[in-house]
């Protein structure tokens, strides 16, 4: 089992950044990928960026890239992925999913997620 808690959402304007982070816990969680996706109302939930654990690889969205950044930390006490948003637009708002999966570096789709956080909220005004 894996746990995932998201917070660091909120209402920015246009240009504007946040910094999402997600507290990771649970014995496996190594053993999965960690990525974030996005559901605007109305809207199918969507990939953002995912990274490994090991090397560090990343992939984005290329309606994101270069503008948000995945990282993540890991210590004896904690487990957290970033996801450091820049240059937000108003498009970019909806609720923000950290997520655990076994393939999301090559499949990036919420198919290939195993454990899915909360979500929190990112709304970004004009």
């Known amino acids: 089992q894996v746990q995932l808690v998201e917070s660091g959402g909120g209402l920015v304007q246009a240009g504007g950044s946040l910094r999402l982070s997600c507290a990771v816990s649970g014995r496996t969680f190594s053993r999965y990928t960690m990525g974030w996706f996005r559901q605007a109302p109305g809207k199918e939930r969507e990939f953002v960026a995912a990274i490994s654990w090991s090397g560090g690889m990343t992939v984005y969205a290329d309606s994101v890239k270069g503008r948000f950044t995945i990282s993540f930390t890991i210590s004896r006490d904690k487990n957290t992925v970033y996801l450091q948003m820049n240059n937000l637009k108003p498009e970019d708002t909806a609720v923000y999913y950290c997520?655990?999966?076994?393939?999301?570096?090559?499949?990036?789709?919420?198919?290939?997620?195993?454990?899915w956080g909360q979500g929190t909220q990112v709304t970004v005004s004009s």
């Open positions: 997520a655990a999966g076994s393939r999301l570096i090559s499949g990036r789709s919420s198919l290939d997620v195993d454990y």
